[in-house]
């Protein structure tokens, strides 16, 4: 008893009196006492290994915190929007994150801008990619990792797209004065609608509105079905590519479409600090490589 009190750096009465009060609470005698010492009882010995596991959990736990802390384990829910998907980065950095960090769980999902900035900003959500930001709640980051043009996108029998040669001018708004646009509401994604009716009213148009819908995905379903036409950011090309034409825009150098990252500025750490270290090498390494 003296050794152990030592050991602990405690003496050794108060010892023997935790023991002996741990003794009365678990109702058993686990020290049998002798003039040469102490021995365990068969209910110490059966004490000693559960405590021996609950500090071996207790040595696994404060391992897997400091995993987690390092970003190697855990949870990552993270939010997109169609645009955002479409781009080249949203998987190349999704690929990378689950080569780096097998040990993290990774929760995708899609939805509208608006819809996903609430949801960071409520926690459902780690972090998100979006275009242009729709709101800015306290507490949030915004962090443009990309920029592209923006560009027209017209169903193959449309005028613009039979008439145009391969390497003509590019469109200009005032082109598309009779047309319908099929854009994103202004609930889902304000920005870039907003800054595209802004931009048309500086320019004195008049855009005849033919549909709004949730999603920019769901805007070229119906160009591609000859409902009208729509404005779109440059990686979205491809997309129904035998029922569409893209044409590029004269004003795209003021529309620009960019890709951006939200999340809540005081969680910064675990995974997603290793998420929001992937994403912007990873958009590094494409405007390099002129993928921006």
Known sequence: MTRAAQALGIQQPPLSQQIKALEAELGVVLLQRHPKGVSLTEAGRQFQLEAQRLMDGVAAMTQRMARVARGELGQLNIGFTSSAAAHAFTPEALRECRRSQPGVTLSLTEDNAAGITESVAAQRLHCGLIRVPVARPPGLEFEALLREPVVVAVPRDHALARRRPAR??????????????????RPGAPGLYANLLALCEEQGLQPRIAAEVGRMGTSLNLVAAGAGVSVVPASMQGQHSQAIVYLPLLESARLDAPLTLVYRGTDIGGPVARFLAIARKTAARLARRGAA
């Open 168 to 185: 003509a001018a590019p469109v200009a708004l005032a082109d598309l004065r009779d047309d319908g646009f099929i854009l994103v509401r």
